[in-house]
């Protein structure tokens, strides 16, 4: 069996059964080479309102479907994405330009997304809560219904899958909008995937589109949640629709998160990881290294080092298997990523490495003598720009870690793990890793962040029975209760 052969998303969308797309349809651009990779369908707001009916009524016998059932499909997802894994693979590092370490990856964790939902299907679903009263009193957690699911290009079929499994597991329908640049590994992979396993037509609907689809998903009345996954500005505006029609809403948002190098490393190894947490997928990660804020005893050699390793690192097509960074998503981001490059190195930053492009591979690139205020480090850059200052005692560090909106993930880096700890206590962040860089992701574990990272951690373990449930209080009682009129 093949997943995505042949490529039947040309010019459809799947709203539980392969449909024409009303708002027509767009290519799928290979950002290594600028060929068409083939074509997706578009949707419009009319597709949103068809697919939130239909899911709708498919959600009505998916909540009474026994939880074997319910697991069962969640397993057979997660065994679909592994025995396919090297279609996918493929796929994935055509259209999002990631390299194979990073696909491999994602399909590890989007299987295991599945699994973990697998297994919350037959968690308990409620409690029984102490009362004042001669009854008995219960909280029942009850499927939301449908769930709205908005994911952005840069790790797709993870930030898709690590709302949709567990929102199916429990018991709802799903309305999944990716990213139209990456419509088939954030949406129609699991599409086929959820297809295959056996999901009930009607029940997961995959919309590609722009942001006139992700706020029809938001003003649907039929739609109870929305999970967002995206920028912090996006984040904003979402939440804002959100309140105006009183929906609950899940952010997943931006960062800049710092690495903090302690004066008693190992300069190669801090090195090794700092490269890997700027660099990896061309720093188009939430989690990317974003700040390095390194002890001035140590700084020179640790920039020193970061520039060789960044200018040793070869950039080009990553279907050739043989590069460590592929392209940027496009030349927007591009032309973002060396704008706030162009602008640091204008206000007095010395570019150790990098700061060039070709097309859209952009060199790793290290930028020494930061301010704090320099564009590069004050932003999220989204890009592999390693910017870098120094500290002269713990104090500052954590002052400097800790002066940014973000708080979303955080690495220090030290021999004294109770030193690299007490300094993470003053640091506000969702994510701490002593002794790692800022780029982890575990299926089992909370990810999120806090301040404008978002609304925190919720993925992982039972946050997600909390995400993608509402919580009912049912009471029973013998007799019907006196009153005294
Ligand atoms: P983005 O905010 O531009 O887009 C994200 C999604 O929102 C896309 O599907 C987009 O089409 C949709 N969208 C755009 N405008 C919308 C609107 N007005 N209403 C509803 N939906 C809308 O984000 P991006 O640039 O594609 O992705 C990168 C950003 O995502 C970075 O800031 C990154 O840090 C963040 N991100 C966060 C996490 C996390 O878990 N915290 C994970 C990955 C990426």
């Known amino acids: 069996m093949t997943l995505l052969e042949p490529r039947t998303w040309d010019g459809q969308v799947f709203s539980g059964g392969w449909v024409r797309s009303h708002g027509g349809d767009a290519p799928i651009v290979e950002p290594a080479t600028g060929k068409e990779l083939g074509r997706s369908g578009v949707a419009d707001a ?31 997802a997660g065994s679909l994405i592994e025995q396919n894994a090297d279609e996918l693979h493929s796929w994935m590092i055509r259209e999002t330009g990631s390299i194979p370490g990073m696909v491999q990856f994602a399909t590890h964790v989007a299987s295991q997304e599945c699994y973990e939902a697998a297994g919350l ?27 709205g699911v908005i994911s952005p290009f840069n790790a797709p079929l993870i930030l898709s899958s690590r709302s949709v499994a567990p929102a199916l597991a429990l018991g709802n329908a799903v309305v999944l909008k990716p990213d ?28 590609p589109g722009g942001a ?58 801090a090195v090794s990881a700092g490269a890997w947490g700027s660099f990896l997928h061309q720093g188009q990660i939430c989690m990317t290294t974003g700040r390095h804020i390194v002890h001035e005893s140590v700084a020179d ?41 162009t602008s640091s190195v204008d206000a007095g930053a010395r570019l150790a490495a990098g700061g060039k492009y ?12 930061v301010s704090t205020a320099m564009p590069a480090y004050a932003n999220e850059v989204f890009g592999p720009v390693a910017p870098v200052v120094r500290f002269s005692s713990a104090e500052e560090a954590a002052r400097l870690a800790a002066d940014s909106s973000y708080g979303l993930s955080l690495g220090i880096l030290t021999s004294d793990v109770g030193r690299g700890l007490a300094l993470a206590e003053q640091i506000p962040t969702g994510i701490v890793h002593i002794n790692d860089q800022t780029v982890n992701d575990e299926a089992v574990a909370p990810f999120g962040g806090v301040l404008d990272s978002g609304t925190g951690a919720r993925f992982g373990g039972t946050a997600n029975l909390d995400a993608f ?15 005294p009129f």
């Open 46 to 76: 009319e597709d949103v309102a068809r697919a939130a009916a239909a899911a709708t009524e498919a959600q009505r016998d998916w909540a009474t479907t026994s939880f074997e059932e319910r697991a069962a499909v969640l397993r057979r």
């Open 121 to 147: 299907a037959s968690r308990p679903i409620g409690d029984i809560l102490p009362t004042a009263q001669p009854r008995l009193s219960l909280l029942q957690r009850v499927p939301i219904g449908v769930v």
């Open 180 to 207: 139209p640049r990456t419509p088939v590994s954030g949406g129609m992979v699991l599409a086929r995937v959820f297809e295959e396993a056996g999901l009930p037509a009607g029940l997961l609907h995959v919309l």
């Open 212 to 269: 006139d689809v992700g706020a029809a998903l938001i003003t649907d009345p039929r739609i109870g949640a929305i999970s967002f996954t995206g920028s912090t500005a996006t984040g904003r505006k979402v939440a804002a629709l959100a309140a105006e029609h009183l929906k609950r809403v899940h952010l997943e948002l931006g960062g800049n998160s710092a690495l903090i190098i302690l004066d008693d490393v190992d300069v190669d190894r």
């Open 301 to 341: 050699a640790y920039v020193a080092a970061l520039a060789g390793h960044a200018d040793a690192l070869p950039v080009g097509d990553p279907a050739s298997g043989q590069v460590a960074l592929g392209p940027l998503i496009d030349e927007n981001q591009r032309d973002k990523v060396h704008g706030l490059v």
């Open 358 to 369: 070709e097309g859209l591979f952009y060199r790793p690139t290290v930028l020494d003598e």
């Open 469 to 483: 449930t509402n919580q009912r209080w049912i009471t029973l009682r013998g007799d019907i209760a006196p009153y």
